[in-house]
């Protein structure tokens, strides 16, 4: 039982992969490396299934990605509104890289959304994006009335949002991944075959692209609580 504590225990840390020889050497972490990856191989993967679109008879690669921004387009516009077009393309992007980074174990790579730190700066871009558009389609005084309604009295709970809101994005996303990441290595170390090809299918990819449709729509849809009546 020790013995699988303690290889537990060492999947779940996050070493530094190499240092950056400036400033006195700068650390770069396992899940900044992956990040890293998993974004060279999507902005590769989008270069060369965007490179021959065309208007008429249009592939099957291009059908897939027609079909995918219109989701996007589509859930924007039905929890948004009108404003929903101008953040799709930040929620679209968003959704790829949760998705590939949540399934990216079923390459041998330690999923990045496992880290705190990770989901956490996920879900502060969230909140940024929720405040700043209010702020931007509703101005100042706008975005600031969003702190006192229906009555000035709620202020304070309706500024503790700014800090529930980031948390609850990002404990979720980092709780699923990380108990999801738990139970398939202890299926590795308890079963070693079989087993865990099985369970991968519903942790790596059920329940990763489950988790990437939470944190999207939920974006989105306190997006649109923060832009009513813009």
């Not at 060279?40 to 993967?45: S, V």
């Not at 948004?80 to 101008?86: A, M, N, T, Y």
Request: glycine residues 8%; proline residues 6%.
């Amino acid at each position: 039982m020790e013995q699988i504590k303690e290889e537990l225990t060492a999947q779940l840390e996050n070493p530094t992969a190499f240092t950056i020889p400036i400033f006195g050497g700068i650390p770069v972490s396992q899940s900044v490396l992956v990040s890293w990856i998993l974004i060279a191989l999507l902005a590769l993967a989008a270069f060369l299934m965007t490179r021959h679109l065309r208007q008429e008879k249009p592939g099957r690669v291009q059908l897939v990605l027609e079909w995918f921004v219109e989701l996007i387009n589509g859930m924007c516009k039905s929890n948004i509104g009108g404003h929903g077009r101008s953040f799709a393309p930040w929620l679209g992007t968003v959704a790829l890289y949760i998705a590939v980074a949540n399934m990216c174990g079923l390459l041998g790579l330690t999923p990045p959304t496992k880290n705190l730190n990770v989901t956490l700066a996920l879900a502060l871009t969230s909140v940024v994006l929720i405040y700043g558009a209010a702020f931007r389609f509703k101005g100042f005084k706008g975005g600031f009335r969003q702190f006192v309604e229906p009555v000035p009295v709620l202020l304070p709970i309706n500024i503790m949002e700014i800090v529930i809101r980031p948390l609850s994005l990002c404990m979720r996303l980092f709780g699923n991944v990380l108990a999801a990441f738990v139970v398939m290595e202890l299926v590795k170390l308890l079963v070693p075959a079989v087993l865990p090809a099985i369970l991968s299918i519903y942790f790596d990819i059920f329940d990763g692209l489950i988790q990437t449709v939470v944190f999207v729509f939920l974006t989105a849809l306190f997006i649109g609580e923060a832009l009513e009546e813009a």
